[in-house]
């Protein structure tokens, strides 16, 4: 049955989402915590990517039997918690003898506040990271990235990167017709607000007018619009990221893995799938500084549904899987940097056995970091700048039209979301 | 006319027939390779960078891929479930179509046209605008996470075209068989499961093997109304495989191809009844 | 013997349709009680950018791919309705598409159109040098370019025409044998048989099935749309309206806003239909059928 | 004699086209009504408005005493043979025959040796396990016939039930159905268009004609006493001449007594003998001969045209010129106006 | 005379069973050949082998001086009405009737018109635009009919198509058939089990038997010298009597010489003499009375059985004993083994 009373003998029913090996955590989580508290009973609800996880999350809602918790990242939590779907964790916290709030990374805390109350409490504080083939530098004898790198740095490295098939460096704008292709890129980027703000933000500039209460894209400033400018450039004036055909053949992570693309900006999730690699070193860089060290937060934080009917077995699975254990478990998986401070510093985090030997970058960076703004109507924000901003970089649309059109477009989503 | 022969008609064409292999061999030229493909992609090993060069066999051959994917999806299982769900689905989605089918074709003209009007607009309405409706109406009923939910769509006949279909084929029946029954007394259960029925032996293996399929590979059924691993039906645990590294294409692969070849099976008994009602000319 | 039907119809679509669509005139995000809203989301879509776009890709898909997929799907059915040697090979191969499960098949396609590493261009590519077709021309760039996407969506659509085949098949193996042997006897051409007898006797059937595959081309460009390009390439080249619903629905939780595109899409479908009609009447006239 | 089948007063459309006016007829219980017209008269709407297939917009039928014109087809007891066979193309023969007694929950074993007995009753025994589909025109009317005879209901109708099969089997099954009947002591209707067949068969013919009950009678009296010059033209091969009463030709004998209005003198083929001496002269428009017989067609001084029968042997040429004769006794006097017959 | 069709060796199959035995037929150019034989003789499949619906499992099929056996239906140029009618459910009347026309590219005006006329000829004028769902048995059977003549083939292949109509429609539409078959000097071959339209429509007549033919001739040499005792019952209704040559009866006359073998005599029940003076005695079994003429089924002593057609007016009563003669004039001879007639 669905509904179940609120007979503490019904199991707790976690929704969570993630590719196979990353459910298989979770399973190995659940199973570790009824290993450890007889009686326990998790059921995992899993989806399969995020998509699944919202339609699965709102038609339960809807319906009347949502899950009991679920995992949410805080760049699209806003709308649930906007609608008062999430349970207030605060006396639950101050009366937890098991959590202890400082023993978290303030800056992910912070994400899931709504309102002023804590809403979620976050599994992970990850954040933007330059991935990069150490063999491949080696090999070509270009110096690898080091922290307080520049933007110049980067430009110049990644274009000292960008080979064809017999080494030679080669300019990859003319790559359409031309006579040959790059076989190696210098850098992968993803062209989208996530990978964009911390890039302004080090700048000097802003994503949006107001962080709490957003009402537009500020891209116009000077500083934001000089690093989306740059960003631009990579592939309109450097051509040293991949086109978009090429992206579309091989995304920038397989191409990492095929060991053809020199450097790729992305999170700590790429470390999971990263591991595999055999045939070259790879190491992190932190990000390339404009004036200075900013990242951007990614944070998952697990919620409690308001609508649970088991809201005590609830609590104390989030206890479980927020507490040392819980975290280690996760962060065995290498995908996620744990947001229990005391975790993240210990060997099951920074593992000198695992690649990357560097993995003290994200810790590095999370005194830096910011995060986005929550706004309710944050994802369809991000959906649409992604559309322009890939149009900008592979098409080469004119600056000022892409930064009017963000604007111009997103205002009305701004309007509609609601702010914690 | 009433009551004449049926099927194809046995005109001694050498030259047609010619023609119509060369048609079959350019139609299984058109639509058998990216089926190849999809084998040959699932024999790939895991892991390796995507060729440059079209590679119909794979080198190396390899059937990690069906390993790994079984072991991650949980093919096995939900092999199970899918199989379950079809084994109770599809001999009552196409009993309800067939049924329905025959009781539009000899109930009065007039509820006809209300009931194919409703059929032509049910079928307008997209799949999108009724989960969450029918998520609510299945929770009240207590039978959100089991399994009925991604049976019940058989009481529909899975997809209300299919109740058309079989109205169109029993309305083409001649008149006078359904005036003969009459005259022998037959209720029109026996009318339809004695003489209708056997008629239009094609059309219910033909939408048989459509039933089977859309039951088969229903998706966002089984997304929102079942939450327990246990009951993952195929194309969920497909969906998760879907969300593999590009590299472990192959794995997706092979869990694509595990989850095609029962369609398949049916696919092709059907198509054996169509042909073994080639052998025999009725009248 | 229409019970279970009914019960069916009423209960699995008539009520869930009805509910959602009275949503249209609420303002609805799934998670709160929904509140009236009037018109507003009409007047909201109108303005909408987005929606017009999938509203105009929806029409274009459906305007050429149902004549597509129905031609096809006759040409299939009564090249292959005969026996002759490989017949119930190429059979089974035409519906082999449509047996894919259709996640499966999005991933498939996702793999042949991949345009560098794609079996579709690499085979475009055989006969040219530098990545160029034989001709000199660049292949399609099925995922980048807005109109070869529009085209590897159709193309997709294409190959699952299966069930519209099946259909035809049974259909025309069910029409009166002698009937084609007197046409036989008159000489009459293949075209003329086509014309004048086989499609008249299938008309009941094609009309059905061409409906359906126009108000179904609002469905079946959904998942090669969710998993094969996701709407792009940008801004919106393969979003219809269907991953437009889906999307607002589920992903942003507008469902009062969804529902009432839903309802425009219903009622441009009920459009579409009666243009149908009108047509087949006239053609009807004709044949008087 | 109590009563077999009764329709009363029946009309019956298709559409809006009328195409039974208020028929009455009766068949008291074992008769066997032969139902005769010209081909679009209305006889198998008859049939079908009697079986229930056709929903009568006047009038009653009754069956077996019964009133069942409410009644639907399968519980009128009746079995039928269709014009078109209507057999069942997935059944083989003996499926086909034993269907109506295995429906009515006849053992399976019963049945099928029933319907191979029926079988072999209309000469199909060879033909047990094809389907109508590989049967020949005559061969399915059989099926379809046996189909019909297997029961034992309270009224048989048979549509055209001979049509297809030749001279030789026609008079054989026609004697199994009269023997048939008189053994089970049914009531039958049986349509036809053939006369000797009606002739032959009938207790009782009826005539149709555009959906009217032009006359009932027995076979003498149809043949006999034909009610209207349309029976009696009707009935016949070739049909009877009519002239005109006061036309050419001058019956011998004794004149009756003729009243004012125009009336139409008929006389049969058989009744007109050639080569009297003092008859009236005709041209030989053409002789047909047929076995034994021969018809001569004959043309009279005022363009009338006569038939008459004459021995094969003794046939005149074409174009000869021959003298014929009737006798009063033998003619038969119709109102030139309505066709009814002239009651002297 | 040139050739109109020929049929030489021809056997045809379905399966594996073989239903027409090296058919030889020959018919010239404008003759009417009529196909005779019992139900399940194959005259259907004559047809069909004609048309090029059924390939020829031997010999070769000639239309018009061409060698037509590897040629396609259409390209025979022949008109066909199917004993099933095969009439196009989706067209009307008139469509139907002008179809073969239209598509032969006919100015739709002309062909309409032409249809129009054709139905006329067969008394369907006023069906023109329903369909022929909506048409009654005999109703059909004349579109088929029309369908068929309106085109003016090589060859006119008619199955059957006068067997749902009425005699007096029959008799008419046997002429209207004549007279097209004289105005177009059509080849004709017209399979029909009524041997009145055998004899008197054709100018020859070809007897089939189990997928042979038994014998081929003028409807007068079919009639007088039929070349089996088969043919002599088959053609004639009631079917000529046979007695053992060595039995009860001795006709009147000079006696032939016969041989030894056993013989059989046949002689038809026109040839049958009642009560003459010292004919053989015999019991009356049965009357059956048509019109004029009336068949008395005779018992002899032996248990033999004789029909004789006699006068309605005189005929006898039932368990009459009469006196009954024949003349050797009137008789056949046949072996009794074969069956073949008897080479006096
Ligand atoms: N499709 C078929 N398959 C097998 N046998 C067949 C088929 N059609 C006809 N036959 C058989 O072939 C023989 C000849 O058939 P045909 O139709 O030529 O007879 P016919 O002389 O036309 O008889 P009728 O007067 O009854 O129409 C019959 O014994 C019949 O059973
Ligand atoms: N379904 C129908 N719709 C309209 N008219 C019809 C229909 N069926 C028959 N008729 C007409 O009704 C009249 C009587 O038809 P019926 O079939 O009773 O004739 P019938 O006497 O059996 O003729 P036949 O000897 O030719 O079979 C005919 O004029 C026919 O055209
Ligand atoms: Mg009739
Ligand atoms: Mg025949």
């Avoid at chain 1, 957003?214 to 619009?225: G, I, Q």
């Avoid at chain 3, 269907?242 to 942003?252: A, H, P, R």
């Avoid at chain 4, 009707?234 to 209005?261: K, W």
Wanted: proline share 7%; hydrophobic share 45%; aromatic share 8%.
């Amino acid at each position: 049955g669905s509904g179940g009373g609120s007979a503490s003998g019904d199991p707790v029913r976690l929704l969570v989402f993630g590719a196979p090996e990353e459910l298989g955590a979770y399973r190995t989580l659940a199973e570790a915590y009824q290993q450890a508290r007889t009686g326990e009973r998790i059921q995992l609800i899993e989806a399969s990517d995020r998509k699944d996880l919202l339609a699965r999350l709102a038609t339960s809602v809807a319906g009347g039997a949502p899950p009991d918790l679920f995992l949410m990242n805080y760049r699209f939590y806003g709308q649930f918690a906007a609608k008062g779907v999430v349970e207030p964790l605060d006396e639950r916290i101050a009366a937890s003898s098991v959590l202890d709030p400082a023993d978290y990374y303030p800056v992910a805390m912070e994400a899931f506040r709504w309102g002023g109350a804590q809403l979620c409490l976050p599994q992970n504080v990850s954040s933007l990271a330059v991935y990069y083939n150490r063999t491949l530098f080696t090999r070509y004898g270009v110096p690898e990235p080091t922290a307080g790198w520049t933007w110049n740095d980067l430009v110049s490295t990644a274009t000292l990167m960008t080979r064809d098939d017999r080494g030679l460096v080669i300019k990859g704008t003319e790559a359409e017709g031309a006579a040959r292709l790059p076989a190696v890129h210098g850098l992968g980027v993803e062209p989208s607000i996530i990978r964009l703000a911390p890039l302004v933000w080090s700048n000097g500039g802003e994503i949006v007018d107001d962080p709490d209460r957003p009402t537009r894209l500020t891209l116009d400033s000077p500083a934001a619009r000089e690093a989306l400018r740059n960003l631009i450039d990579l592939r309109q004036a450097y051509g040293v990221v991949p086109s978009d055909a090429e992206v579309e053949a091989e995304d920038d992570e397989s191409r990492f893995l095929n060991g053809r693309l020199a450097m790729l900006m992305t999170s700590r999730r790429a470390t999971t799938n990263f591991r595999t690699i055999t045939g070259f070193e790879w190491d992190v860089a932190p990000l390339p500084v404009y004036r200075q060290p900013v990242g951007v937060l990614h944070s998952d934080a697990y919620c409690m549904t308001r609508g649970s009917r088991n809201k005590d077995a609830a609590w104390r699975f989030m206890e479980y899987a927020m507490g040392e254990e819980g975290q280690r478990i996760i962060a065995a998986t290498g995908r996620t940097v744990p947001s229990h401070m005391g975790v993240s510093r210990s060997p099951a985090f920074l593992d000198p056995d695992q690649p990357p030997r560097n993995s003290q970058v994200f810790l590095d960076a999370i005194p830096t970091v910011r995060a986005l703004p929550t706004v309710s109507t944050w994802p369809e924000i991000e959906d649409l700048s992604y559309g322009i901003l890939e149009n900008a970089v592979h098409r080469g649309d004119k600056i000022d039209d892409v930064i009017r059109e963000l604007d111009v477009k997103s205002r009305p989503m701004f309007a509609r979301g609601e702010n914690g | 006319m009433r009551g004449r022969a049926r099927g194809p008609s046995p005109l001694p064409e050498r030259a047609a027939r010619l023609w119509r292999t060369l048609g079959a061999a350019f139609v299984l030229l058109v639509f058998v390779p990216p089926l190849l493909l999809l084998v040959s992609g699932s024999l790939t090993e895991p892991g390796l960078p995507p060729s440059p060069t079209p590679q119909l066999v794979p080198d190396p051959l390899s059937t990690t891929g069906y390993e790994r994917a079984v072991d991650l999806g949980g093919l096995l299982r939900a092999s199970l479930n899918s199989v379950l769900v079809a084994v109770l689905a599809v001999p009552l989605s196409v009993l309800v179509a067939a049924l329905a089918g025959f009781a539009l074709a000899r109930i009065a003209p007039r509820a006809t046209t209300v009931v194919v009007a409703a059929s032509l607009v049910a079928l307008m309405v997209p799949a999108t605008a009724l989960l969450v409706p029918r998520f609510a109406i299945f929770r009240l009923l207590g039978l959100t996470d089991t399994l009925v939910p991604l049976i019940a769509p058989a009481l529909l006949g899975t997809s209300p075209l299919y109740v058309l279909v079989y109205y169109l084929a029993f309305r083409a029946l001649p008149a006078d068989l359904y005036d003969a029954c009459l005259v022998e007394d037959l209720s029109p259960l026996r009318t339809w499961w004695r003489v209708a029925l056997p008629l239009v032996r094609p059309v219910t293996a033909g939408l048989t093997a459509l039933t089977f399929v859309l039951t088969w590979s229903n998706f966002l059924d089984p997304l929102i109304y079942v939450y327990d691993r246990e009951l993952f039906t195929l194309p969920l645990a497909l969906r998760s495989l879907s969300l593999l590294d590009p590299t472990n294409f192959p794995v997706f692969l092979a869990g694509a191809v595990i989850a095609t070849v029962p369609a398949l099976v049916v696919f092709a008994l059907a198509q054996r009844r169509f042909l073994r009602h080639d052998d025999r000319s009725e009248g | 013997m229409l019970t279970p039907y009914l019960i069916g119809l009423v209960g699995l679509v008539m009520v869930p349709a009805l509910v959602t669509l009275g949503m249209s005139v609420t303002d609805y995000d799934l998670l709160r009680p929904p509140t009236w809203a009037g018109l507003d989301n009409f007047a909201a879509l109108l303005d909408d950018p987005i929606f017009r776009v999938a509203l105009l890709n929806s029409v274009v898909f459906a305007l050429v791919a149902v004549p597509l997929r129905v031609l096809l799907a006759l040409g299939l059915a009564l090249l292959l309705h005969r026996r002759a040697a490989g017949v119930g090979t190429a059979r089974t191969a035409a519906l082999l598409p449509t047996a894919v499960p259709e996640i499966a098949y999005g991933l498939l396609w996702l793999w042949l159109f991949n345009p560098l590493y794609g079996p579709i261009n690499q085979l475009l590519r055989v006969g040219g040098e530098n990545g160029l077709t034989a001709f000199g021309r660049t292949p399609p760039q099925w995922l980048t370019d807005p109109t070869s996407a529009r085209a590897g969506i159709i193309l997709m659509s294409l190959f699952t025409m299966g069930e519209t085949f099946v259909v035809l098949l049974a259909a025309r193996r069910a029409l009166p044998r002698d009937v084609y042997e007197m046409a036989a006897i008159e000489d009459a051409t293949g075209w003329d048989v086509f014309r004048r007898i086989t499609l008249p006797l299938l008309a009941p059937v094609l009309a059905l099935l061409a409906v359906r595959d126009a108000v179904a081309s609002l469905h079946f460009t959904f998942v090669p749309a969710f998993v094969v390009t996701d709407g792009g390439p940008p801004p919106y080249a393969t979003t219809y309206l269907s991953l437009f619903v889906y999307q607002t629905g589920f992903e942003y939780l507008r469902y009062g806003y969804a529902a009432a595109a839903t309802l425009v899409m219903m009622l441009l479908t009920v459009a579409a239909v009666l243009v149908q009609w009108r047509l087949i009447r006239r053609y009807r006239r004709f044949y008087q059928l | 004699m109590s009563e077999g089948l009764v329709l009363d007063g029946v009309s019956a459309a298709y559409r809006d086209a009328t195409v039974l006016h208020e028929v009455d007829l009766t068949v008291a219980r074992g008769e066997l009504l032969v139902v005769l017209g010209p081909s679009g008269a209305g006889k198998s709407t008859v049939l079908r408005v009697v079986a229930g297939l056709e929903p009568v917009t006047a009038g009653r039928v009754r069956i077996a005493d019964r009133d069942v014109t409410d009644e639907r087809p399968g519980r009128r007891n009746v079995s039928m043979v269709f014009q078109s066979y209507a057999l069942f193309p997935h059944l083989t023969v003996v499926e086909n025959i034993a269907f109506g007694l295995e429906v009515r929950d006849t053992p399976r074993r019963v049945a099928r040796e029933r319907a191979r007995a029926a079988a072999e009753t209309v000469g199909c025994a060879g033909l047990l396990d094809r389907r109508p589909g590989q049967l020949s025109g005559g061969e399915r009317q059989r099926v379809a016939l046996a189909r019909a005879l297997v029961r034992e209901p309270d009224v048989f109708l048979l549509d055209e039930p001979l049509s297809n099969l030749d001279l030789a089997l026609r008079a054989e099954m026609r004697t199994e159905l009269r023997a048939l009947h008189d053994r089970l002591g049914a009531t039958m209707v049986h349509v036809t268009h053939d006369q000797t067949e009606a002739l032959v068969l009938a207790d009782r013919i009826a005539v149709l004609r555009d959906g009217r009950v032009e006359q009932v009678g027995t076979p003498d009296e149809i043949w006999r006493t034909p009610a209207s010059s349309f029976v009696a033209r009707f009935v016949g091969s070739p049909a009877m001449n009519l002239l005109p009463a006061d036309g050419p030709l001058r019956p011998r004998g004794d004149a009756p007594t003729l009243g004012e209005e125009p009336l139409e003198i008929g006389f049969r083929p058989e009744a007109v003998t050639l080569d009297a001496a003092e008859g009236t002269p005709a041209t030989v428009d053409r002789v047909e001969v047929i076995g034994e017989d021969a018809f001569a067609y004959l043309r009279l001084a005022a363009g009338h045209q006569v038939v008459a029968r004459v021995p094969a042997a003794r046939r005149p040429e074409r174009d000869a010129t021959v003298r014929l004769d009737v006798r009063w006794a033998d003619t038969h006097l119709f109102h030139a106006a309505t066709g009814r017959r002239y009651q002297l």
